[in-house]
């Protein structure tokens, strides 16, 4: 690994840590706001649609100028929106007005981490060879495991009662910040800061990729034909499929989880963000037991997202603390050893039939829009008063069913097609790109 790529790490790192702890901070000021409790999906809901409106142009812009720099651009992007959060008293809004804008600016974030992404992965297939693919992904997504657990922990501390009273005592920090929420935030920018100088450091590798159309218009209809190639494709559809899925139950298992710790477990924010930490520790084993999974592997992986599933809807039984963590990990950890075999090779499909950066830009089109959906549902069966644990149940029948199906629809694939894992193996091995 070089130099270079280490960067991208501690970059990526520093930004999902900020990304995670914001998330959290911003549904505290919003409860201190006497925000309604489906505010905190919707933001989420907004958030994922900046990916989905963008799809269509972040590729372009990635593939255009040196990624490092994009990655700069697009943190400095998140920090602007980070500090809005605590800057509606400029604006003499209403509490009310006050809850929308902090949606707005947590949707500012999502636009720049949704140009963020196709830069950073697109970088990582630049830097590294296809072999080693499957090992940098696993560096890449344990990190920023790493990074959630650290982020959603942060972001519970920040707001704890003791440590914004510590941060409250300040002159410095009193004069800018009148609230736990805000000044959690306040500290959560200066992480955006920290993953923007990473990004100003990383070099360049030199890659350069044809003239990008620059007409909105024709972007859209080049986009639309990137997402025709890989999901005809038939390891692209597959390895999209999953990621696809695994990322919209992600990020609805990431609510439900708040929200089952308050309703089930009787915990405040900041000790239901402790939960998503322990949930995104036990992906790290995933991720470190799937580093070992070679490309041409990677389909062999799928039956864990059933098994995911599974163990989901063991949630309602638990209730002591040993018997909650430990059902978290099991959960994190299978999440983790099926998606990064599947991510990367979706990369490198990607990488083969497109560009490193319109691929990512595909992937995060699909992995957004089905978020947009999930939390959709979620949002629309709180509204609906479901208990938590119903909803539950109903979330882990859905990722097992769908995975299933996935299951199936790869052994068609292979009738269809034969020789499809030859053709995994034949293109995995090669030089670095």
Known sequence: MSKGFYLVMAAQALSS??????FIAAIALIQQLDGPDWMAPMMKWWFAATYVLLSA???AIADSY??????????????????????????????????????????????????????????VTEMLRPLDLVKGNSWIEGLTVISIILGTVLGGVLISPTVS????????????????????????????VAAAICNLLIPRTGIQYPRQ????????RSFWGYVKILWHDRIGQISLAVTTLFWGAGATLQLIVIEWGASHLGYRLDQASILMGVTAFGTIFGAIFASKVPLPKALSVLPMGILMGVIVLLMPLVKETWEVYGLLV?????????????NALLQHRGHLLL?????????????????????????????????????????????????????????????????????????GHGTAL
């Open 355 to 427: 560009s490193a950066g319109h691929s990512i830009a595909v992937q995060n089109f699909n992995e957004q829009l089905n978020i947009l959906l999930m939390v959709a549902i979620y949002t629309l069966l709180l509204w609906l008063k479901l208990p938590i644990n119903v909803i539950i149940v109903i979330f882990g029948l859905l990722v097992a069913v769908l995975m299933f199906v996935i299951m199936l629809w790869k052994k068609a694939n292979i009738r269809a097609n034969p020789r499809l894992l030859d053709e995994i193996g034949r293109h």
């Open 66 to 123: 040196p990624k490092g720099r994009v990655m700069f651009a697009t943190n400095a992007l998140k920090t602007v929106g980070c500090m809005l959060m605590f800057w509606y008293a400029l604006f003499g809004l209403s509490a009310t007005g006050q809850t929308y804008l902090v949606c707005f600016a947590f949707a500012l974030v999502g636009v720049g981490a949704a140009a963020y992404s196709p830069a950073k992965y697109g970088i």
């Open 165 to 192: 009273k510590f941060l409250l005592s300040h002159d410095a920090i009193r004069h800018i910040v009148h609230t736990p929420a805000e000044a959690a935030i306040l500290c959560i920018a200066f992480v955006y």
């Open 330 to 342: 099991l959960i994190g950890c299978t999440s983790g050893f099926f998606v990064v075999p599947m």
């Open 213 to 220: 159309q620059k007409d909105p218009v024709k972007l859209i």
């Open 57 to 59: 142009f972040v590729g």
């Open 17 to 22: 840590l900020a990304d995670n702890a914001l």
